[in-house]
């Protein structure tokens, strides 16, 4: 009676969950743990949103609106990708999710059928291969390792490229690497991209105004104008703006698929929530200068946790260029054994003894498609990330 449908059987539950589990069960037992697995900055909500989602409620703004977004947010929207990314978008071609990921998630349900492929760069953010699974089509991975510096190169989108493929994916800066492209790496992508012309592109640009040392975002409408009638350009409120709990995610495309999009949101969710919309309004149009602070505190932890990193021997951390994770390399661990005795044989095992014996919790590489590695997020105080990067030196130097 209660088994799961066949899409759900499909789909893994995250592998993320069982590290946070054990985090939680050892801090409950009183161990002092300090965890880095978090997806979403430690900042809060910059005031002046909080006070135009108050004035919506006060003004009655909380009843249904258009099923993919208020006019006034999709202008909103359309003044953003102008401004930031020079793209010129209409209203009618914006959409507006309760989040990044069901907007992902409707373009896929809009597009996928059964036997259709999805390209996807692995390491890759965990729900891009369980969407794509869930609306009956196949992940493809295109491998983007440590030795590429985690960028997917031409040649391996070129390979994993085949005649079913309905998506490719492309997310900078990355999660979970924090890797980002320049114009030219996506001119590079975008050459392979030109000749095949039944694929849809999306670009996950979450984490666009999360980067460092002067590095210049790009995004791939902007930089092949050949592509722009089939790519989808996602981003969201919810990283830049410190935005996770109020759920908008939003992207621009061809009309066509946007409207698909409005379709399956007036038969699931309906719209986003009203004062949610209201707040990234006051979000997008508004002042940005939070943005600036906030990046330099996090370059400023990135570049001291990659300092100590350096003293971890088994641990290759190439720096990252934006959002707020690093991602670690543990290959030169595999086939040692940790001081408290566990031999090391995966990724797994190297997360669950950093966690067990020196209470450090970061997500393993395997939940990200990359087998010896690990994520950590710096979204954290300064304190307890000094005091985790100590520990997990300590804990590679020990292995032996
Ligand atoms: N895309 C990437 C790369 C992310 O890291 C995340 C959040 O972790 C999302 C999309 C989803 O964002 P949202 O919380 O708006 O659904």
Redo the contacts with the bound molecule.
Sequence with gaps: LLRASEALSRVKPSATIAVSQKARQLKADGKDVIGLGA?EPDFDTPDHIKEAAINAIRSGQTKYTNVDGLPELKEAICAKFKRDNGLDYAPAQVNVSP???PVIYNAFLATLNPGDEVVIPAPY?VSYPEMALLCGAEPVFASAGVEDGFKLTPEALEAAITPRTRWVIL?SPS?PTGVAYTADDLKALAAVLERHPQVLILT?D?YEHIVYDGFEFATLAQVAPNLYDRTLTMN?V?KAYAM?GWRI?YAAGPEKLIKAMAKVMSQTTSNPCSISQWASVAALNGDHGFLKPRNAAFKARRDSMLDKLKHAPGLIAPTPEGAFYIFADCGGLIGKTSQGGQFLKSDLDVCDALLTEEGVAVVPGTAFGASAGFRLSYATDDAALEEAGKRIVRFCQAAA
Excluded: V
């Design positions: 997806g989040g990044g990921k953010w997310n999660n996950d979450m969201g919810s996770t995610g």
